[in-house]
């Protein structure tokens, strides 16, 4: 890795303050160098390759500091599905390590990267150059084909190509193969106008000068040092790896170079967010959730019993929607003539996750007869003796999944996400450390792809956006406080005008072993 480093170091002009290849991590980890890397002068940005975290918490409170000052980048390696730490609820599959790292980075600041290539021409675009003050990219060019390839890159990464300059000329521009350095000049003078990020893709030809061409652009890009720029040269040999006296960098194809500059306009904007502070959160009850954590856990770890796991989610004002425990189909009945609207039979058993498969809940139940008819089927998809949980039908515009997974090693995780018996194909979930801020919980939703959903989609009504935010950071709180909570599932949520209705709950508790402390620093045992 150190060599491969070196070599693109020296290839594109790179430089390098400091290089360190740690081995087993004995001694120096990688948290020391980054307390290093904080205070050092001649550190600009931070590339790291990790196959491991020794201590991530601390990993993560250390590089959140760092990304502030610095731009950190990152590459994970050992990402494979057979390195992930398999979970029985939709939670804890969500958060295997995978998943796991990536929200540890996207909080942090840090630039998540896919491969060397990635990182290394990430770094260049980081060092020494202003960063974006926005998303939107103008790219001008002698070769129509390479715009299509940068335009299409930028749409990928997140980029915008606005009509640029104050003769509104098009975007991508293509001034054509014979463009003279003049020519390329005024056109790059008029796209800096208006934009975050300038994009200049030089294709060399027998029919232009591309060393005068870099010259003149070199001295466009010094006239504009708050833009962020790079360019791309196809077809040349002996040219500079850097435009203008500002060193900027200089790649050999459209989709590197809009990659660079997509990270650095992410990281741009993940600088501009306000830090948030610790949530006011009022009616939370931390002694008697203790209490029924430690009574739950004196019969062994497990999943716990809808009532209990009802119990311990409402000392931190969480509510679920309440259910009656029956064992037999005439209280089931019974149960549900005191319900006004159509009820749902599920089982009991608190060992099944997913109670939607093969018939362990039935919905709409209308009528003592309907409700009898039904009690046999639920009941017999548990074990004997679970018995049958009844609750009101409830309908909502939108189904959502929160829920919460502790690592021992990451700590504990919030997930949110598209809920209902589609959340795992879908896949629409957003993962935060623990603990979050009061403004973690917004971004969370807003990350999702269903957000358009939450706001008023088609002229429906918006949900209560402010009681799901209260909601997650609820379940941060209780994570934060109780980390003997190992899994929870509140799959579906309903999300609606007059707040958060949690269907259904499904928690497991296990006792806490011996896990890293974020702050405390201890050699690692070679054995």
């Not at 060193?247 to 050999?252: H, I, K």
């Not at 018995?387 to 939108?398: A, I, K, S, T």
């Not at 969370?444 to 008023?456: I, N, V």
């Amino acid at each position: 890795m150190a060599i491969a480093v070196l070599e693109h170091a020296a290839r594109t002009g790179a430089g390098v303050s400091t290089l360190v290849s740690l081995g087993d991590k004995a001694d120096v980890s990688g948290n020391d160098l980054i307390a290093y890397w904080y205070d050092d002068p001649e550190t600009r940005a931070v590339a790291l390759y990790l196959e491991s975290f020794g201590n991530p918490r601390k990993f993560a409170r250390t590089v959140r500091a760092l990304s502030r000052r610095k731009p950190v980048l990152a590459l994970k390696s050992g990402r494979s599905v057979a390195g992930q730490r398999a979970g029985a609820s939709h939670t804890a599959a969500a958060a295997a390590p995978a998943a796991a790292v990536d929200a540890l980075f996207a909080q942090a600041g840090v630039i998540h990267t896919e491969s060397l290539g990635e990182l290394l021409d990430a770094a260049r675009m980081l060092t020494d150059q202003p960063l974006p003050a926005g998303e939107r990219l103008a790219v001008v060019s002698n070769a129509g084909g390479l715009n299509v390839l940068a335009a299409d890159s930028a749409e990928l990464a997140g980029l915008h190509l606005p009509t640029t300059g104050e003769t509104a000329q098009d975007n991508p521009l293509d001034l054509g193969a014979g463009a003279s350095p003049q020519q390329f000049a005024a056109a790059a003078e008029a796209a800096a106008s208006g934009v975050d990020m300038l994009l200049l893709i030089v294709a060399c030809t027998r029919a232009n000068q591309p060393a005068e061409i870099l010259a003149a652009l070199g001295g466009v890009a010094d006239q504009h040092p708050d833009l962020s720029v790079a360019a791309v040269v196809t077809g040349g040999t002996g040219l500079p790896n850097r435009l203008g006296a500002r060193g900027a960098p200089v790649y050999d194809l459209p989709e590197p170079a809009v990659r660079a500059l997509a990270h650095a306009a992410s990281y741009a904007s993940w600088r501009r967010r306000p830090l948030g502070g610790r949530a006011e959160l009022t009616g939370i009850d931390r002694q008697r959730a203790q209490a029924l954590v430690d009574k739950a856990l004196e019969h062994g770890p497990g999943w716990q019993t809808y009532a209990r796991t009802a119990e311990i989610l409402a000392a931190y004002g969480i509510d679920v929607v309440p259910a009656t425990l029956v064992r037999d189909a005439f209280a089931a009945a019974v149960a549900a003539g005191q319900i006004d609207g159509p009820v749902v039979l599920k089982s009991a058993d608190p060992r099944l996750v997913h109670k939607s498969d093969t018939g362990r809940v039935r919905t709409g139940l209308r009528g003592p007869a309907a409700v009898r008819e039904a009690f046999d089927t639920v009941a017999a998809a548990g074990r004997p003796g679970q018995g049958v949980l009844v609750q009101p039908h409830l309908n909502g515009p939108v189904e959502l999944v929160a829920g919460l997974v502790h690592d021992p090693l990451f700590g504990s995780l919030v997930l949110l996400g598209h809920g209902g018996t589609s959340t795992d194909l879908l896949d629409d979930r957003a993962l935060q450390q623990v603990p979050m801020t009061d403004l973690d919980s917004g971004r969370m939703w807003r990350s999702l792809r269903c957000a358009p959903l939450l706001t008023g989609y088609r002229g429906t009504p918006p949900v209560d956006t402010a009681a799901l935010q209260d909601l997650l950071l609820r379940l941060s709180r209780l994570a934060e406080d109780h980390p003997e909570i190992a899994e929870l599932d509140l799959n579906p949520v309903l999300a609606g005008p007059d707040g958060m209705h949690a269907v259904d709950a499904k928690l497991r508790l296990a006792p806490v072993g011996g896990e890293p402390d974020p702050v405390l620093r201890r050699l690692r045992d070679p054995g």
